[in-house]
RNA sequence: GCCCGGAUGGUGAAAUUGGUAUACACGUAUGCCUUAGGAGCAUAUGCCGCAAGGUGUGCAGGUUCAAGUCCUGUUCCGGGCACCA
């Protein structure tokens, strides 16, 4: 008889399902599907982590299991391929971002594929791939057409060593990514895109979607909204007014001064010749403010401005300031300070000794007009960066901005010797001198050379994936139709920017009529990482990097590393790698291998001696082919009752461990050929390569089974007695008795054990029949 | 500071509406077998105790016949946001 050799069934099945592309999706009207996606990787020089065979694993589980049940799956897999960690490797080598690219992607999909995932590897995508691409950058027109994408003057992240703009997540503690050099603000001309267009409907859809509540809390937060008030403050002296926005109007009465943002654009007309230098001064002090500064010393700054306005409740004059604790991003970027009711306000009081009034409230409505706000700022889109989906836009000689016709897509990216950013705050594209050159109806133009942020990509590869090879269009209507939106999205990361951009877009595709939803994920499971034994997060520099390949290709095989992940602790939480217990499991699915085989009457030369199980099992087994086992029958069904429902709720851990239990009891009574068949089809979503092999052993289909509750329940029941709470004796009853409350309560005061605590006479008796528990008070 | 989570054996963790706390796995111990392997199989394993029994889900209270689960207070840990007026 042969041993379990992983490595050798899995390499047979994954060339079966290869050669019989067997996960290819099909549009079958009429049959009920189901949309599973992991949020795709971004394909790494160093490879697949186990923090992907999580992600990747959960979301194969769901697809084979809903095939298993006779859904209509589509599974498909691709990369996100612009960034940063490639343009590096370019700078740093010559090598062209695209080359690097394809060799990720080629280490990548073999990888993946060593793991044995159920993708339809027809429908691959890559975001940095022109016939992708192009399709972004038509997203990108219609946002423009319709305004949601436009240029806008703005102060952003800049690193003086790189030359370059970086975005907010490229900023660690006030210093560049890249290089460590402390960043500085810098004024520069950018895209946006509109998101806050949407800011209500984003906030206010939150609630339904079926997604982890912490994820929605984050998004509530970060989309931020107040409501409150504007009002307007006369300035003396002819200056325009200033109009403030608060969200407690009813205190203007204590409102003793205002306090603009030192971005303010009316700021200087607010200064006059005594105070011109000093404000101006603290303006570019401020602004060049690190981060960490801001961080670490909150103490109040501010300087007054020279003006004074009018409060239109009290009719008072008070003070115009210029404090950086006010932002320009926020509101009108100036307040009313209630120094009164606001913590900030009197802080900033007392330290400029300013007066502090406890006035009475008002009515709300008296002084201003009704407004709303939100933290969420509008997405800054433009990236001097090579590596990235050039933005189809160019400029005439006047510089006003055309967009690229949508017949001249894809803007393609032209081919550079250089791909570092130089002194110009341009990305390297504008070294590609012929390409800058474009003729838009006649008139001769110069492209853009800003790439599209990322995250600009992602946000529609969701749809791309039901049509991927669409040349006429992003997506396919009679392909979206059928399969989305998204049912079942699993990641681990981008809990605000990512799938909040999905969500966006998803919206603006609606408007347009392109989307036949306005929410592109129904469900998400948002997952743990997995760290390193000792417990801390892997990285190269420690050392303690699993290699999910090494784990295989030690002995294990896929089925022992996508088992091990799935049984490692609950699906939301962090986990810590455990070898030992990767030898757990392997030891597990080694059991089932030795069960189904050794139930095979031909093999006669099973390896262990007269053991108590070899001896008794292996025939036991075997003579229990073909014919029912009632020791057997109520676990089976009460397993299949588990294993589904535990994948239903992304149970998985405790799923893998009523296999395990039902594999136990197996090797206790005896398994037969329906015990076998059982088992191999609830194990196909954990380790599918093993569990075909007992199926094709077995000659029997993967169709899901489907467990019968007359059979979870059995003849004699268990009866626990509590005597003041405590357990004291269980009874064994026939469970047709256990209707009978007088006389199980009979039985439960004439146990021999229970006798001796109710000597002294009984309070009274409760029964409860659905916990099967007799409680007595004495 | 604010907003979310979480705390259960030596370890990772289980536990429907409140109803036998510790399933499953690791580790450990003992034994069996041996084609000698870091394999397989069996039994035991919360803590104290020889036992009867007692005790036990971060801590302190409360509600209840019954609390890991509900309520009040508190400590610690993790995550997110952070001068958003």
């Not at 951009?501 to 347009?512: G, Q, S, V």
């Not at 006669?604 to 108590?612: K, T």
Request: include cysteine; hydrophobic fraction near 35%; glycine fraction near 6%.
């Amino acid at each position: 008889m042969d041993r379990y050799e992983p490595l050798k069934i899995e390499e047979k099945w994954q060339k079966i399902w290869d050669e019989e592309k067997a996960f290819k999706a099909y549009e079958k009207p009429g049959v009920p599907k189901m949309y599973v996606a992991e949020m795709f990787p971004y394909p790494s020089g160093a490879g697949l982590h186990v923090g992907h065979v999580r992600n990747f694993t959960i979301v194969d589980v769901l697809t084979r299991f809903y095939r298993q049940q006779g859904l209509n799956v589509l599974r498909p897999f691709g990369y996100d391929t612009f960034g940063l960690p490639a343009e590096n490797y370019a700078i740093k080598t010559g090598t062209a971002p695209q080359e690097v690219t394809k060799v990720n992607i080629d280490n990548f999909r073999k990888q993946a594929k060593r793991l044995g995932y159920a993708v339809d590897w027809d429908r691959e995508i890559n975001t940095s791939s022109p016939e992708y691409y192009k399709w972004t950058q038509w997203c990108f027109l219609q946002l423009y057409k319709k305004g949601l994408a436009y240029q806008k003057e703005s102060y952003q992240w800049w690193c003086p060593e790189d030359q370059t703009v970086l975005a907010n997540e490229q900023v660690e503690n006030g210093k560049c990514w890249r290089c460590g050099h402390e960043v500085e603000k810098k004024k520069m001309k950018q895209w946006f895109f509109k998101i806050t267009e949407y800011a209500d409907e984003l906030l206010a859809d939150i609630d339904a979607l079926d997604w982890p509540e912490k994820i929605k809390t984050m998004q509530k937060n970060w989309i931020g909204k107040s409501t409150g008030a504007e009002i307007d403050f006369e300035v003396e002296g002819g200056a325009p007014h200033i109009t403030v926005f608060t969200t407690r109007p009813d205190t203007i009465l204590g409102a003793t001064f205002l306090v603009v943002a030192p971005e303010y654009a009316g700021l200087e007309a607010l200064t006059n010749d005594n105070t011109r230098e000093a404000v101006f001064a603290y303006k570019v002090k401020s602004i060049k403010k690190s981060e960490i500064e801001r961080q670490e010393n909150k103490e109040k700054t501010g300087v007054f401005t020279g003006s004074y306005a009018i409060n239109p409740a009290t009719k008072e004059k008070i003070p115009v300031y210029v404090a950086d604790y006010v932002l320009a991003g926020y509101g009108t970027g100036a307040i009313m300070a209630v120094p009164a009711y606001d913590d900030r306000d009197r802080e900033f009081a007392e330290k400029f000794d300013l007066p502090i009034v406890e006035a009475e409230l008002i009515d709300r409505d008296a002084y201003g007009t009704p407004k709303t706000t939100y933290k969420m700022r509008d997405w800054l889109i433009s990236r001097q960066r090579y590596w990235g989906c050039p933005i189809p836009i160019a400029y005439d000689k006047e510089g006003n901005p055309h967009p690229i016709p949508e017949d001249q897509l894809p803007v393609l990216i032209p081919e550079v010797e250089d791909y570092k950013p130089d002194n110009s705050g341009r990305s390297a594209l504008a070294k590609a001198k012929d390409w800058l050159k474009v003729t838009i109806d006649g008139e001769e133009m110069t492209r853009e050379t800003d790439t599209l942020d990322g995250y600009a990509c992602s946000s529609w590869y969701l749809w791309r994936y039901t049509s991927p090879h669409d040349s006429e269009h992003a997506w396919d209507q009679e392909a979206i139709k059928y399969w989305a939106p998204t049912d079942i999205y699993v990641g681990a990361d981008h809990a605000v920017a990512h799938l909040l951009y999905i969500r966006f877009w998803c919206k603006f595709f609606a408007d347009l009529g392109y989307l036949p939803f306005r929410e592109p994920v129904k469900k998400l499971i948002y997952h743990g990482y997995i760290n390193a034994p000792d417990g801390k997060k892997m990285s190269k520099s420690k050392g303690n990097v699993i290699d999910p390949l090494d784990v295989i290709n030690d002995g294990y095989g896929a089925d022992t590393l996508r088992t091990y992940e799935m049984f490692i602790g609950p699906v939301e939480l962090d986990a810590a790698w455990d070898p030992r217990s990767v030898g757990g499991v392997y030891r597990f699915l080694n059991r089932c291998y030795n069960l189904c085989m050794a139930s095979d009457s031909n093999s006669g030369s099973r390896p262990a001696g007269p053991s108590p199980w070899a001896a008794g099992a292996n025939s036991r087994a075997a003579a229990l082919r073909n014919t029912p086992n009632p020791e057997s029958e109520a676990i089976r069904h009460k397993t299949i009752k588990k294993v589904t429902e535990d994948i239903y709720h992304q149970n998985f851990n405790t799923a893998v461990a009523a296999l395990m239990e039902y594999v136990n009891e197996l090797y206790k009574v005896g398994a037969s050929e329906e015990d076998l068949v059982v088992l191999a089809k609830l194990l196909m979503p954990f380790a599918p390569h093993l569990a075909s092999e007992m199926l094709e052993k077995l000659g029997a289909n993967d169709e899901w089974p489907k467990w019968d509750d007359k059979h979870l329940v059995s003849d004699t029941v268990e009866v626990v007695v509590q005597v003041n709470g405590k357990l004291r004796a269980k009874l064994s009853v026939n469970a047709s008795e256990l209707d009978d409350e007088e006389k199980i309560v009979e039985m439960a005061l004439n146990d021999e054990k229970v006798k001796k605590y109710t000597e002294n006479g009984i309070k009274k008796t409760i029964f409860v029949k659905r916990a099967k528990l007799v409680s007595i008070v004495v």
